[in-house]
């Protein structure tokens, strides 16, 4: 047998990972949280409908909870973790901390990844696509309209 059958090959954060083929059924959330101790993409819905568990795929943001291993042979995944720390934070961080943003923080991680990605596509969207980003995000802290000010000034648009 290949060794291509018997794992998955794939790149966390620009550092090689393989599963177990086996383990293709397991959803990236939980290899991400359970087997490679990253814990920042959270857990909220578990059914790709509140984007705490959003991290980026090949450049595109997208729900982790529903992404299973053997669908990501290949692919580059970007975490929470990529965007820095408390000391050096990316600038997606820095700014939704300027702004206040971030209350419990349970939403936020998931959030910044979905900006980052559409900014590193394009770094000034519209409002409106900005806007459409942020609906696939739940935050229960109520601090929409502190994130909306941060992902504008982040793309260069007045509040
Ligand atoms: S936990 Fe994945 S979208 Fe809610
Ligand atoms: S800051 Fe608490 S859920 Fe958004």
Not at 25 to 47: F, I, Q, T, V
Not at 82 to 100: C, N, R
């Amino acid at each position: 047998m290949s060794s291509e059958s018997t794992v998955i090959q794939f790149w966390v954060n620009d550092e090689k990972v393989e599963a177990p083929a086996a383990d293709g059924d397991m959803s990236l959330l939980n290899y991400l949280r359970d087997s490679l101790g990253l814990n920042r993409a959270r857990y909220g819905c578990g059914a790709a409908a509140c984007g705490a568990c959003t991290v980026v795929c090949n450049g595109e943001a997208v729900t982790s909870c529903d992404q299973v291993l053997s669908e990501l042979h290949g692919v580059r995944v970007e975490t929470p973790e990529s965007l820095g720390s408390e000391v050096q934070p990316h600038a997606v961080l820095a700014t939704l901390v300027k702004h206040q943003a971030v209350q419990c923080g349970y939403c936020i991680s998931g959030i910044a990844m979905r900006v980052k990605a559409l900014l590193d596509k394009n770094p000034t969207p519209s409002k409106q696509s900005l806007d459409m980003a942020l609906d696939h995000h739940l935050c229960r802290c109520g601090t929409h309209v502190r994130i909306k000010r941060a992902v504008y000034e982040l793309a260069g648009i007045g509040a």
